[in-house]
């Protein structure tokens, strides 16, 4: 019995050494307010859909890289997403969007309005990266516009954009994310007023 109960009680002190348990983190992607457009690019209604991703970039742990050519992507522990990105990337777009007046109206598919063209996106990189220099965000986006009426792809093409972290942390790499994000939309918004006929 008296084994018994120094075995317990040593557990017990083990335990309480070890302190508190560490605790979660989440982050919400937020994009910079564009410029509202003098005229919308879109003329029509514009049905974005949730981004695509593969299972690791889309779940809601941060993903880490040592540098840009390494092969192995670690996820954080304690450091998550409030929502997973496919969800959180196509919310931010839609915002973008209406914000910067690029339709006259933008929707996602669950409102199940009539659209004039789709928006699909794909997230290929959206990581933290620590080696090969400074900490930076590395977001990497495949974005697309079709018109409904006759499935007609009207544009195409893949986004990169990295920005240096104001320090060592997620919380600072989260905050470059949002800066190459904005950069993404920006552009995308120039390339869609560029080949979307009006």
Do not use: K, N
């Not at 973008?96 to 006259?104: D, E, G, T």
């Not at 996106?121 to 990497?140: C, S, W």
């Not at 994000?181 to 006929?197: R, V, Y």
């Amino acid at each position: 019995m008296r084994r018994a109960a120094w075995l317990a009680g040593g557990a017990l002190l083990l335990a309480c050494a070890g302190g508190p348990a560490p605790r979660d983190h989440f982050y919400r992607l937020e994009t910079s307010a564009p410029t509202p457009l003098a005229a919308p690019i879109f003329r029509g209604t514009v049905e974005v859909d949730r981004f695509r991703a593969d299972a690791l970039t889309g779940g809601i742990r941060i993903v880490l890289r040592q540098a840009d050519g390494a092969s192995e992507l670690e996820p954080y522990d304690y450091h998550q997403w409030a929502d997973p990105p496919t969800t959180q990337l196509q919310t931010c777009l839609v915002d973008y969007l209406r914000q910067a007046q690029a339709a006259p109206l933008v929707v996602i598919p669950e409102l199940r309005a009539r659209a004039d063209f789709a928006v699909l996106g794909r997230i290929a990189r959206l990581e933290h990266q620590t080696g090969g220099g400074a900490p930076r965000a590395v977001v990497e986006l495949e974005l697309t516009v079709s018109r409904e009426s006759d499935r007609t792809l009207l544009l195409q093409r893949v986004y990169r954009e990295e920005r240096p972290a104001a320090g060592p942390g997620v919380a600072e790499a989260v905050a470059a994310a949002d800066e190459a994000l904005s950069a993404i939309f920006a552009q995308f918004l120039t390339d869609a007023g560029a080949q979307i006929p009006r």
